[in-house]
């Protein structure tokens, strides 16, 4: 089966500053990759997505690109604000042989955008 | 707006005890999906379901059972609670079994099992 790995576990960043959490994912027949981020006690959310045939995707300071030959992908947040504090976590989404697809997700990066 | 909603927020249960958590989505949707997540795991699929009656183990059934008999409603069970389910469960919901989409979550339900 799928199998998604996340890193980096935390990350801590000044605001204003750069952030990029990487995923790899293992079944090249995965076709569809959501990021999710969930604020202190909340559900998570869909923040961004891309598909197999687009390589980038870009909505304001988020942008994810997509390496399918490498088999990974990369969520980038620009300008952090603290409200960018959260739990992030990717995801890979593989077909069922019976059709259908399943999500296999990371194990989540912290960010934390300090002051 | 999607609304996915999850019969308890907080739960404590005894070892042994037969635990029932409902999940209900109001979007008409074909796909649900019960989750539990740990810190440090990430979010794992437990169960899912394309439609009514149907059902289908994700990565970690061992020790739950999952009933749908309505399309809106997707229930997660534990035959026999044990101290090792204690964790937040998430049930989510999403459009077409076709093509992957949006999941959309609902509160979760932390579960202490004693």
């Known amino acids: 089966g799928e199998n998604v790995e996340q890193h980096p576990s935390t990350l801590s960043v000044q605001e204003g500053d750069s952030a990029v959490i990487k995923c790899t994912y293992s079944d090249s027949a995965s076709n569809y990759f959501p990021w999710y981020k969930q604020e202190l006690g909340k559900r998570p959310q869909l923040i961004i997505d891309i598909r197999s045939n687009v390589g980038e995707k870009k909505d304001q300071r988020i942008a994810v690109t997509l390496n399918k030959t490498a088999k990974h992908f990369s969520l980038h947040i620009t300008e952090t604000q603290p409200e960018d504090s959260a739990v992030y976590f990717c995801?890979?989404?593989?077909?069922?042989?019976?059709?259908?697809?399943?999500?296999?997700f990371g194990t989540g990066t912290q960010l934390k955008v300090e002051l | 707006d999607v609304k996915v909603t999850q019969s308890s927020r907080y739960l404590v249960k005894r070892t042994g005890e037969k635990v029932f958590l409902e999940c209900v989505q109001d979007m008409d949707h074909e796909n649900m999906f019960w989750y539990r997540q740990d810190p440090g795991l990430g979010l794992r699929l437990i169960y899912f379901s394309y439609d009514v009656k149907m059902k289908e183990k994700g990565d970690i059934p061992e020790g739950y059972s999952v009933s749908r008999e309505k399309k809106e409603r997707f229930s997660l069970i534990l035959e026999s609670a044990s101290t090792n389910q204690t964790s937040m469960y998430l049930c989510?919901?999403?459009?077409?079994?076709?093509?992957?989409?949006?999941?959309?979550f609902g509160p979760g339900t932390r579960l202490t099992v004693t």
């Open positions: 995801a890979a989404s593989s077909p069922l042989t019976g059709g259908g697809n399943k999500l296999t």
């Open positions: 989510a919901s999403g459009r077409d079994r076709r093509s992957p989409g949006e999941q959309y």
